[in-house]
């Protein structure tokens, strides 16, 4: 069998024909005529090839509620569809997965809406702004429920009690202020860093509080006198501002990253370091330890994700990226753990081998944030793209 055709660019107007004998062949395509272009429109249509990669979408649901970048996201502990955003927008958004409609708009802040968390019950909502306020929605009845003001400077980052309805929020007036979210009340101001407070937590026993700074400290508080017990800086310590800080399940140890490429270990009762993970070359921009192995991962704009054994302050394995990372998240009890990126991918991976089990495509930009589903099933990425996007991650557990 022969099978004759025309060269590209030529006719058939007295030259020569071309013959493909049968033993040439060496992969046969079956081709749609539907996706051929049209002979005329090659400039139009024969675009970049390569890009085809590029529009490679993963995820099951995608949010596209918000009209610029989103910062921060936060998943439901109690429902596990329910998922809140906030972003450069000045809005935030409390929204289901799978369902594009009855998304409640959090309404009420005139800047960038910088935090959004779920009380430990589920049943309210807050969202923290540049503009100084906090608010906080009731997620049943989806109405605002309170205003939390602090100085009127913006707020970083809060955080809810582990078990009751207190707030606290670090301030770009050097404060973190905690109050009473069921009667919007302040109940104390804790005083004494230098510089925005820009990372911070409730031990998880609830007794402390342990906040860090861009003034390089990280402070350990009595909630109740506001009074700091420890003031950790210093030699030994970080020498630049703090990003992020993690606190063991057990209360005794908080993990802290910093501008100037350092990752050190702090123990919550004596205020001392007691160690350092010593591997990145550049600003840390992530913490989190993982819930049931004594290990706590590390992001870093070095472009490595590195997973640490506490115990023996050792690295345990070096998860090398193409970008920066900004974001990571375990998943659950399990022993993966996920990564996002400057290049828009969302990771998971393998905290035993240190292997990327799955890369998640689909944000065509700077992945700012991860939030994991209550039930393990979704995985919640938001970006400078303006989406939210849900991945499936129920094969990880």
Not at 63 to 72: I, M, N, R, Y
Not at 113 to 129: C, E, K, M, P
Not at 354 to 378: E, K, M, P, W, Y
Request: hydrophobic share 35%; aromatic share 6%; proline share 2%.
């Amino acid at each position: 069998m022969s099978i004759s055709g025309e060269l590209p660019g030529e006719g058939s107007d007295g030259e020569e024909e071309v013959f493909i004998n049968e033993e040439d062949i060496i992969h046969e395509i079956t081709i749609d005529d539907e996706d051929l272009p049209d002979r005329d429109d090659d400039d139009e249509d024969g675009g970049d090839e390569m890009g085809d990669s590029e529009d490679v979408d993963d995820s099951t649901y995608i949010f596209q509620g918000h009209k610029d970048e989103v910062f921060t996201v936060a998943c439901s502990p109690t429902d596990t569809s329910l998922v809140a955003s906030g972003g450069k927008d000045d809005r935030g958004f409390l929204w289901r997965i799978g369902s594009a409609e009855g998304a409640l708009e959090l309404t009420g802040h005139s800047d960038t809406v910088s935090t959004v968390a779920f009380s430990s019950d589920g049943n309210l909502l807050a969202s923290g702004s540049f503009d100084g306020l906090i608010n906080v929605w009731n997620t049943a009845t989806r109405a605002l429920q309170g205003t939390l003001e602090g100085s009127g400077s913006g707020f970083e980052w809060l955080k809810w009690h582990p078990r009751g309805h207190l707030i606290i929020a670090g301030s770009e007036d050097c404060n973190v202020w905690m109050w009473n979210a069921d009667h919007s009340t302040i109940l104390n101001t804790f005083a004494g860093h230098s510089s925005t407070v820009t990372c911070g937590d409730f031990t998880p026993d609830g007794k402390l509080v342990c906040t860090g700074s861009d003034d390089a400290t990280l402070r350990i508080w009595d909630p109740r006198s506001a009074q700091s017990r420890h003031v950790v800086r210093g030699h030994g310590y970080h020498t630049d501002g703090l990003t992020c800080l993690s606190i063991t399940l057990d209360s005794q140890t908080v993990v802290s990253g910093s501008k100037d490429n350092s990752v050190h270990i702090v123990n919550v009762n004596s205020g001392q370091v007691v160690g350092s993970l010593v591997g990145h070359t550049n600003s840390i921009e992530c913490v989190g330890i993982s819930s049931s192995y004594g290990w706590a991962a590390t992001g870093s704009m070095d472009q490595k994700l590195i997973i640490w054994d506490l115990a023996h302050q050792s690295s345990r394995c070096v998860c090398e990226h193409d970008e920066g990372v900004t974001s990571l998240a375990w998943l659950g009890s399990s022993r993966y753990v996920a990564s996002g990126c400057i290049d828009g991918k969302v990771r998971i991976w393998d905290s035993l081998s240190g292997d990327c089990t799955r890369a998640f495509s689909g944000h065509a930009d700077v992945v700012q944030s991860l939030a994991i589903a209550a039930d393990g099933n979704a995985l919640v990425s938001v970006s400078t793209d303006g989406s939210a996007r849900v991945f499936d991650i129920s094969m990880f557990k």
